[in-house]
């Protein structure tokens, strides 16, 4: 098959090739390589303030030995070829505005960060596998949470037009040096965007949707909706050659969730119910006849073979619904330190025994939205969840809610925050060479496959 004839493009309710052949895309997410998340690779809070700290503590030359081998070996050919060879045609790439531009010098786009595109893009596209453009964190932070870069509890991107202009300016950037290359099967221009007024976001995805198009025709736009891709109606007829994407992480696949079936935060959750909010987040996919693609899914594991169990009856039952109704999908995520990686860095790895200390120190105190669990504070968060509700009973913030919004602010910044000066202290004293090795710990062969994932993706690929 030539390069020219793997151009995928949408074709009514799916996606194909330009050979006509019918493509659904199913792979994974490469979350925490160009855009580090702290359940991912043990640090809390956020990144800029881990690299920050690692900066204080390392000095420069010895912080950059650590953060340039990361980059170079979390994802390689060796990765793209182990996906390749379970069945999986795409990987997603998350990727944060920082490798491109600087905040100093806005709309002054760097050649580092496309260079690192182009590296995971060839390695994918040697071994037969899509990619999908995924900006993860944008300037002004487009939505609430840690993943996009956040310190604060704050999304500035949509009240700050010079925001969206960076964003606009990048991306038709990103069309003009990727419009001829097939491999690449389409651009993700915002992930889990949360407009809290829902009136910015359609205008701005008009724009950035026709920026993109008078640079690049060919390739599918992924859209995401509002409220972390999960709401559509900003949406009205859709675009020709363009994808809404939805997410859709089950209730009883997060770190607090109960049996399966069972109850997890007051509610029953079974197949069906799983199944009705899939149906429900896709509704606009299967109103329009457009292809649904899930772009982010998947449980999180606690290392209990019983709960594990139910997690895994989780996936099953998901990615049976996405059979049924030919959804494409993009299981998160594809490599982490142990809680959702389809592999993961060793628990007897240099890394991970020199951070212990944090991460026990993280459970305890519940800082990690993800991986975390609130049983540790619960003396803080009662008084403070109980005034708010009797003071306030009818505060409801975006995206989540008031319990979210409490938490969020308690756990994941109060408490968070001063903790990554404690992850950094962590490797007090190393040189290059050994922060090179540290970082070596994340290459493929010195990871561990979690095999009954590997097992369950398989039977739907």
């Known amino acids: 098959m030539s390069d020219e004839s793997v151009l995928i493009r949408v074709d009514g309710d799916h996606l194909a090739t330009a050979a006509g052949e019918p493509v659904r895309l199913r792979g994974v997410g490469l979350g925490g390589w160009m855009n580090m998340e702290n359940f991912i690779s043990g640090y809390p809070s956020t990144e800029e303030l881990q690299r920050k700290a690692m900066h204080t503590v390392l000095g420069p030359e010895v912080a950059a030995a650590f953060f340039d081998r990361f980059l170079e070996v979390f994802f390689t050919d060796d990765d793209a070829r182990f996906l390749a060879e379970r069945g999986m045609n795409c990987v997603r790439l998350p990727f944060h505005y920082r490798h491109f531009e600087d905040d100093d010098r806005p709309l002054q786009l760097k050649e580092e960060g496309f260079r690192l595109l182009d590296r995971a893009i060839d390695a994918c596209a040697r071994n037969g596998l899509y990619t999908v453009l995924d900006l993860h964190a944008a300037p002004g932070f487009h939505n609430q949470r840690w993943h996009s870069d956040n310190p604060t509890h704050r999304s500035f991107f949509w009240t700050h037009r010079h925001f969206q202009d960076r964003v606009v300016h990048l991306w038709e950037a990103l069309a003009d040096r990727y419009k001829d290359n097939p491999w690449v099967a389409g651009y993700n221009p915002l992930n889990e965007p949360a407009d809290s007024d829902g009136t910015t976001i359609g205008p701005f995805y008009e724009r950035l949707h026709a920026a993109i198009r008078a640079v690049d025709e060919k390739h599918v736009i992924f859209l ?8 559509f109606d900003v949406f009205a007829e859709p675009w020709e050659n363009t994808v809404y994407t939805v997410h859709d ?10 049996a399966y079936p069972g109850d997890s935060r007051g509610q029953y959750v079974d197949r069906d119910y799983i199944e009705a909010r899939f149906l429900h987040r896709s509704e606009y996919m299967r109103r329009t006849g457009t292809p649904i693609w899930v772009g982010e899914f998947g449980p999180v594991y606690s290392g209990d073979p019983v709960r594990d169990d139910a997690r895994y009856r989780v996936l099953e039952d998901q990615l049976d619904i996405y059979d049924e109704h030919a959804a494409g999908w993009s299981l998160w995520t594809y490599k982490d330190i142990g809680l959702q990686g389809v592999v993961h860095a060793a628990a007897d790895s240099a890394y991970l025994q020199r951070i212990e200390p944090v991460l ?17 504070v619960r003396h803080i968060l009662d008084p403070i969840e109980a005034v708010v509700a009797e003071e306030f009973p009818d505060f409801d913030p975006h995206p989540f809610g008031r319990q979210q919004w409490i938490h969020v602010l308690v756990r994941h910044i109060l408490l968070a925050e001063p903790m990554v000066h404690d992850f950094a202290r962590c490797f007090a004293g190393i040189d290059a060479e050994e922060a090179r090795a540290l970082a070596d710990c994340f290459a493929f062969e010195r990871c561990v496959v979690r095999p009954r994932l590997v097992d369950v993706l398989e039977k739907h690929l």
Not at 224 to 231: F, I, L, V
Not at 365 to 371: E, T
């Open 224 to 231: 995401d909706g509002n409220r972390h891709a999960t709401e």
């Open 249 to 258: 992480y089950a209730l009883a696949g997060f770190a607090d969730s109960g």
């Open 360 to 376: 026990e120190k993280k459970a305890r105190l519940g800082v990690d939205v993800w991986g975390g669990v609130d049983t540790g």
